[in-house]
């Protein structure tokens, strides 16, 4: 199975703040990787598919990238709705694994 | 708008069954691909099982490799998960989430969740 490990597990900042976190692949899996948000109490909701392709109505503050095994998710400016668990995941092959989220808080 | 409602989560014993339901609508339910992941209570999310668009083709991962089916109706705009010789490990709140167009292994809409409990 192909491993995803995120970094950090846990992540401060302020409302305006520019914040990246990451999403290392235990092997190649080009672009296929998703990267979900998670609210507390709520569902999954995507973000960003095949690395960089933003989904329908996600604000441009998010933005992905990617360099080799290592995924990158930037939010731009800091809305107090953006304070939540990020989640990638890879869809290189099945089981289509996640990582073990990245939770921003204030 | 799209909805995906999950319902039959519950109490169950070691050992025991479940058939969970995810009602469709705002959609054409036939044209897309669907998959159930699920969460262990205030952890990560694991995905469980992968259906076509078609109903022809099904993935499951190591966890329920054998003691789950996945399967669909489309005349009821349903998907469904049997969940058999259920394991205390397989306590998690349960969610459908349909494919997305092109990329089918990319999870864009998801239901709001159904809660199985696995005790004695």
């Known amino acids: 199975d192909i491993q995803m490990t995120q970094a950090p597990s846990t992540l401060s900042a302020h409302v305006g703040d520019r914040v990246r976190m990451t999403c290392r692949a235990s092997?190649?899996?080009?672009?296929?990787l998703a990267w979900y948000q998670q609210r507390p109490g709520r569902t999954p909701k995507l973000l960003i598919y095949?690395?960089?392709l933003s989904e329908n109505g996600v604000p441009p503050r998010f933005s992905g990238s990617r360099s080799g095994t290592e995924f990158t998710l930037t939010i731009s400016s800091l809305q107090p709705d953006d304070f939540a668990t990020y989640y990638c995941?890879?869809?290189?092959?099945?089981?289509?694994?996640f990582g073990q989220g990245t939770k921003l808080e204030i | 708008d799209v909805q995906l409602v999950e319902s039959g989560g519950g109490l169950v014993e070691p050992g025991g069954s479940l058939r969970l339901s995810c009602a469709a609508s705002g959609f054409t339910f036939s044209s897309y691909s669907f998959h159930w992941v699920r969460q262990i209570p205030g952890k990560g999310l694991e995905w469980i099982s992968y259906?076509?668009?078609?109903?022809?083709?099904?993935n499951y991962g190591d966890a329920a490799k054998g003691r789950f089916t996945i399967s669909r109706d489309d005349a009821k705009n349903s998907l469904y998960l049997e969940m058999t010789s259920l394991r205390v490990e397989d306590t998690a709140m349960y969610y459908c989430?349909?494919?997305?167009?092109?990329?089918?292994?990319?999870?864009?809409?998801w239901g709001q969740g159904s809660l199985v409990t696995v005790s004695s």
């Open positions: 989430a349909r494919g997305r167009n092109i990329f089918l292994y990319v999870f864009d809409y």
């Open positions: 259906i076509s668009n078609t109903g022809q083709t099904q």
């Open positions: 995941q890879q869809y290189q092959s099945f089981p289509y694994t």
């Open positions: 095949q690395g960089s």
């Open positions: 092997q190649s899996i080009n672009t296929w």
